[in-house]
Structure formats: structure tokens, C-alpha cells
């Protein structure tokens, strides 16, 4: 007993500052030497171990108190130090944050100016009124019109003399049109068109030709869509030939060239992508699982990531911004067949009253339209087993939706066209020295054009035609009601 407590009283009396030396723990400092991060978790570390090691302290006797009460000291100094580094590092990266997006704000500006004035002549004046100028829109409206020629032209060709190349064909165009539309939409109320179902279908078809062709399941799913609702999407929203308009062009290619590439890819046997083996007859029948099963279960996924998308994601800025969404456009659009076959089936079934009409905002409008989609996708997924397994059954198909947009295109030029593209030529001046009834036909003009845009998928020049009237236009629009050629039209 003696002997061990000599032992403990001989380890007290070499218990000094120069023992306890903390250089040991990283060298240099104390604990200056340790690695802590400048997160949370980090943080939390050292507190727990600054913690610890004053519990230690406390659990072992033999440490004078002088010394306890010394070290205890220094590492709260040394915490109350790297807390401080660790905020001055914060406020140093925020700091340069703030410049790097003063800097590149400073740039975009520049660069904004730069483009101005290499398209406009002057730094001032923007692009989007530069293209409305007369001489600038009749020179923009031959191009589009040269290159919506040029399109189908190269899309017959493609399609009649080399089928097994049309996906080339097929990446190459539509790749250009979305990345097209992404730039002129993106920053508009239409941004939120983008995540409609013919981009996924198109965006998908893309990838399954690039990255596995050979996946006979995934294409015939691809099959399934764009012969069924991406392809009858022509006739839901109206789809017209017009080549001067690349709004309407645009349109009309994301939906009319995937059912014609799968045409392709189906009758004519192709070495990148195969649907049927002619010699096997492998793949030359669609079956039930993917028909129906595989075709709306990836349906399902477009429609989940969508909900996310505007409804949680994009909700705050859609409504702060007045944004358009596919429902919102159809909800607030009653000529359109969406809205009124929707809106009557609901009533008969008691889900809307007989005088309620759609709400956009509501949850109910939400449902019925995401429910009515789901509907229809099923609908028009009907006669692709029949496309699928006869030829001539898939070429009158295509035949009907391709005759029905050029129908589209013709009443576009013959009645809304021609008159509205002198209306947006003239000054208020030539249209003040009219006649009152040449006024009174003028504003009936006007109206007939709104009323027969608004039934076709949003675009550019429809934004315009909505802008207020001028006082010009009210004067026009009193007198056109007072008129008997007004009535007439009436």
C-alpha cells in the first residue's frame, strides 16, 4: 500500500504545464492543430469534444485544480477563436458570391448590349421590338415560310427514299425546333408548355435512338405514344400548316414527326432500330403488357414529375408571374373541345353544378383535367394495336391527321391571314381616314381573328392580338356596333 502510494503521489508531483502540452494532438497550438470543417456537423464535433475532454478533467482527481481550471480557460479561447475564423471565412465567401453575381450581371448587361447592337444597330433598343418593324417581320416571316418548305420537303425525301435514315433526319430537326422553342419560351408565360407530354415523348424517343435502339419494348411503348395521344394531339389543339409562322410550324413538327419516324421504323427494317423482324416474326405483334401496361405506366411518370413540377416546384412563380399551363390555358378557353366535352361530362355526373364553370386555381379543376388527360391517353391508345399490325391501316392514319393540319393551314390563310396581315401593317393614322364602313368591317376583322386564334395553341402573335385596345380601336369597335354591316356579320 505504501509503495503505490508513493507511485500516485510521485505521478502528482510530475504532473506540470510542460506534461500537459497539447502540441501533441496536430503539433503546434493546441488544438489549433485538430481539423474541424466550417459545417454544422463540424461544429457540433468540437463542442463535443471541447465537452468530453472537460469531463475528462473532471473524472480523473489527480489533477491539481490550477491546472484544471488553466485549461479550461484555453479551450474556450481556442473555441471562441475558430467560431470567430469560421464566420469571417462565411463572410468572406458571401462576400465574393456577391461580387461573381455583380460581375456577372455586369457581363450579361454587355453581352445584352453588344447582341443589341449587332442586330438592332443600336444598344438601346431591344430585339423583341426590333422584330416587330414592318420591313423586319416581312423579311423574318419569307425566311420561316422558305424554311417550313424546305422542312417538309426534306421530311418527304427522307421518308420516301431513305425510311432507315429518317432517325437522323428526325434527331437533327426536332432536337433544333425544342432547343428553339426552350430559348424563345423559357423566359415567357409559356414556359411551363414545356414539360407538356409531346416534349417528354419526344425528349425520350431522342434518347431511346441514341442510347438503346435495340430495346424493341421501349420502342414499341414510343410506338404507342406517338400514334395515339401525341399524334391525335393535332387535331385537340388544332394544329395547322402555316410556313410562314415557326410558332405554328413548331407545333405542328413535334407532333406530326415522331408517328411518321415510327412509321418508318416499324414497316421498313432498319439496321439502328428494329420493331419487326420480318424472316422470325419476332416484335410483329404489340402485346397486351405493352399496349396497355409498359405505354401508361410511363404515361404515369410524365404525369407525377408534371404535378411536381407546377404544382409544388414552379407553383409560387406560376402564380406570382400569371404564368400559362396546359390546364390553366384550357380552363380559361371554353371553345376549346378539352374544356367543354370535360366540362359537360363532369356536370352530368354531379361533379360540377350545372352553373359552375372551371376555376384554374381550384383543386377540383386540378383533378378533373389531370383525370380527363389520363382518360383520354387511354382513349387514343385504342387503335394503335390495329396501326401496329397493318400497313395500309397506319398510312391512312397518318394520311387523315396530316390532310386534317393542312386544312387548318388553308382556312388560316384564306380567312385570318390575309387580312390580318395588312391590319398589322397600318398606322392608326391610314385606319382613322376610313370610312365608318370600312371602320365598322375592320374591327369585325379583328374580332373574327381573336376569336378564331384563341383555339389554337398559345404562340406569339396571339400574345400580341391581346394587348388593349387603343382609343382608335374603341371608336372603331362603338361604331361597329351602331353599323348594319356589323349586324349582318352577327
Known amino acids: 500500500m505504501g509503495a503505490n502510494t508513493e507511485r500516485n503521489d510521485a505521478k502528482s508531483v510530475n504532473i506540470t504545464d510542460d506534461y500537459w502540452d497539447f502540441d501533441e494532438f496536430g503539433g503546434g497550438g493546441g488544438v489549433d492543430g485538430i481539423g474541424f470543417g466550417d459545417d ?3 461544429q457540433l464535433r468540437l463542442s463535443d469534444f471541447t465537452g468530453d475532454l472537460m469531463g475528462f478533467f473532471k473524472e ?3 489533477i491539481p485544480d490550477h491546472l484544471r481550471k488553466e485549461w479550461k480557460k484555453r479551450i474556450r479561447k481556442h473555441q471562441l477563436r475558430i467560431k470567430k475564423k469560421l464566420s469571417e471565412a462565411r463572410d468572406g465567401l458571401r462576400t465574393i458570391h456577391e461580387q461573381i453575381k455583380k460581375k456577372g450581371s455586369s457581363l450579361r448587361q454587355k453581352g445584352a448590349k453588344a447582341a443589341r447592337r449587332i442586330i438592332t444597330g443600336s444598344s438601346n433598343k431591344r430585339v423583341r421590338d426590333f422584330v416587330k418593324e414592318p420591313p423586319v417581320a416581312r423579311m423574318i416571316d419569307c425566311i420561316s415560310f422558305t424554311l417550313g418548305v424546305m422542312l417538309l420537303v426534306s421530311a418527304e425525301f427522307f421518308a420516301l427514299k431513305l425510311p432507315d435514315q429518317f432517325w437522323k433526319f428526325y434527331i437533327v430537326t426536332v432536337g433544333a425546333m425544342m432547343v428553339t422553342r426552350v430559348c424563345l419560351w423559357w423566359g415567357g408565360v409559356f ?10 415523348v419526344n425528349l425520350v424517343l431522342i434518347i431511346i435512338l441514341i442510347v438503346c435502339p435495340e430495346n424493341t419494348t421501349l420502342l414499341q411503348v414510343c410506338f404507342v405514344w406517338t400514334n395515339g395521344p401525341v399524334g391525335l394531339a393535332m387535331v385537340t389543339w388544332r394544329n395547322s400548316l402555316v410556313f410562314h409562322s415557326l410558332e405554328k410550324v413548331t407545333s405542328l413538327y413535334v407532333h406530326a414527326a415522331p408517328p411518321l419516324l415510327m412509321m418508318c421504323t416499324r414497316w421498313y427494317n432498319t439496321d439502328h432500330a428494329k420493331l419487326c423482324n420480318e424472316e422470325t416474326g419476332e416484335s410483329c405483334y404489340l402485346p397486351w403488357t405493352t399496349w396497355w401496361g409498359y405505354s401508361f405506366a410511363l404515361y404515369l411518370v410524365w404525369q407525377l414529375l408534371q404535378i411536381l413540377l407546377t404544382e409544388i416546384i414552379g407553383r409560387k412563380e406560376i402564380e406570382r408571374r400569371k404564368l400559362q399551363t396546359s390546364c390553366r390555358w384550357i380552363a380559361t378557353h371554353p371553345r376549346m373541345p378539352a374544356h367543354f ?6 356536370r352530368r355526373l354531379g361533379i360540377m353544378a350545372k352553373d359552375e364553370s ?3 386555381t381550384s383543386l377540383k379543376t386540378k383533378i378533373i383535367f389531370v383525370t380527363f388527360q389520363a382518360v383520354y391517353t387511354l382513349i387514343t391508345m385504342l387503335p394503335c394495336k390495329m396501326l401496329y399490325e397493318s400497313f395500309w391501316a397506319h398510312i391512312v392514319y397518318l ?12 382556312r388560316f390563310y384564306i380567312h385570318v391571314f390575309a387580312e390580318r396581315y395588312i391590319l398589322q401593317f397600318r398606322t392608326p393614322d391610314s385606319i382613322e381616314s376610313k370610312s365608318p364602313r370600312s371602320k365598322a368591317s375592320t374591327s369585325s376583322i379583328e ?9 389554337e395553341k398559345p404562340s406569339v402573335s396571339v400574345s400580341q392580338l391581346k394587348k388593349e385596345p387603343t382609343p382608335v380601336q374603341a371608336n372603331q369597335v362603338k361604331e361597329s356596333l351602331t353599323s348594319p354591316e356589323q349586324k349582318k356579320i352577327q
Open 447 to 455: 374580332n373574327l381573328i381573336i376569336s378564331k386564334e384563341s383555339l
Open 358 to 360: 372551371y376555376d384554374h
Open 40 to 42: 454544422e456537423d463540424e
Open 191 to 200: 414556359k411551363y408548355f414545356l414539360f407538356d407530354f409531346c416534349y417528354y
Open 341 to 346: 366535352i370535360s366540362l359537360r361530362i363532369a
Open 60 to 62: 480523473v482527481p489527480s
Open 399 to 410: 394520311a387523315v391527321l396530316y390532310i386534317y393540319c393542312v386544312w387548318n393551314g388553308a
